[in-house]
């Protein structure tokens, strides 16, 4: 079975003069670069109403049109897993994430994935993009996640993503303590040497606005909430290993664990034992696609992460001075 996508974007200055797949794919990020050229190669991709190629350049202010057939999701079969429900109705399911749970189907991740789970739950989700799921967590971070049900859903949640009017607010602990709030604006691309990786990157990059502040300052580390301005992978990890200050945990951008010297053995098996980034995406506010109304949706700390700030708290109180 096929369902019909419309979908119109105009090119924004920024990406004047791009090639037309690469435009596509910053204004079309839901589809893949290789559904998006073969959309173009059949003419049901075009710009200002001509039929270009992959490779030709597109003007500012061009209008991206979008009238074809998407082919159910192949392969991906519905599989029955638990799922932590925060909301669900008959546009939108809203889900707690733990860590740990892929959340798409790819090499060495064939089942036992969020889509997979997704698809047992609703049914109806395999005639959806990306059986609607319209923004990612990675494996290892935890929390709060958006899924669309209808096709209709599906649009106006992407368009509110790359409108960036989604708030999402992230829970995270780094190494080092922060003097104060602030935000990091640098581009990101994929890592020039280790193609798994991202990096800041002066030229070539993404844009890539952070916002942090300061919730717990601790001796050694700290507790910040994040909160984001686009949607870039690895973003928030990225951003504080730039800025010398990465998450706890982090296997790809924090190195080694990070033990202060004199630490009570408690927070020596804590800091070690904590084989995650400490990063949870905690709230979620959109414009609900059918009623209009803003909401805005929650979920508590993991226990991992609870229990690594309760260790820290521990610490601190212990290394206070006694009053008098």
């Not at 749970?101 to 989700?125: C, I, K, M, Q, R």
């Not at 368009?159 to 602990?173: H, P």
């Not at 919730?215 to 050694?220: E, G, K, N, P, S």
Request: hydrophobic share 40%.
């Amino acid at each position: 079975m096929t369902e019909t996508i419309e979908l119109r974007a105009r090119v924004p200055e920024l990406l004047g003069g791009g090639r037309l797949d690469q435009v596509a794919a910053q204004l079309f990020p839901d589809y893949s670069r290789s559904r998006l050229q073969s959309w173009i190669k059949a003419g049901q991709l075009c710009a200002d109403g001509q039929r270009l190629r992959p490779r030709d350049k597109v003007p500012a202010g061009a209008l991206l049109q979008i009238d074809a057939q998407l082919q159910r999701e192949v392969g991906w079969r519905a599989q029955a897993m638990a799922l932590d429900v925060v909301y669900e109705d008959e546009s939108i399911l809203v889900l707690n994430k733990p860590a740990g749970l892929v959340v798409h189907p790819a090499a060495g991740h064939s089942d036992g994935t969020l889509v997979n789970a997704l698809l047992a739950h609703a049914p109806e989700l395999d005639r959806l993009p990306r059986a609607g799921i319209v923004h990612r967590l990675d494996r290892e971070t935890s929390g709060i996640m958006v899924v669309a049900r209808t096709l209709g859903a599906h649009r106006q949640l992407v368009a509110q993503l790359q409108a960036r009017s989604v708030r999402r607010e992230y829970c995270a602990v780094c190494v080092g303590a922060l003097t104060g709030g602030g935000t990091i604006d640098a581009p990101l691309g994929r890592h020039p040497g280790q193609r798994k990786k991202m990096a800041v990157l002066s030229a070539g990059g993404k844009p890539a606005i952070t916002h942090y502040r300061i919730l717990q300052r601790f001796a050694h580390h700290t507790q910040i909430a994040v909160s984001l301005e686009t949607g870039r992978t690895h973003q928030i990890r990225v951003h504080m290993a730039y800025r010398h200050h990465p998450l706890v945990g982090d296997p790809v951008y924090g190195g080694r664990p990070r033990v202060p010297a004199g630490a009570s053995g408690a927070m020596v098996d804590a800091l070690r034992g904590f084989k995650r980034q400490a990063l949870h995406a905690r709230v979620l506010g959109l414009v609900h696609p059918r009623s209009g109304r803003e909401v805005v949706f929650e979920c508590p700390l993991p226990e991992d992460l609870a229990a690594l700030l309760d260790v820290l708290q521990r610490e601190d109180a212990a290394d206070a001075p006694a009053p008098g």
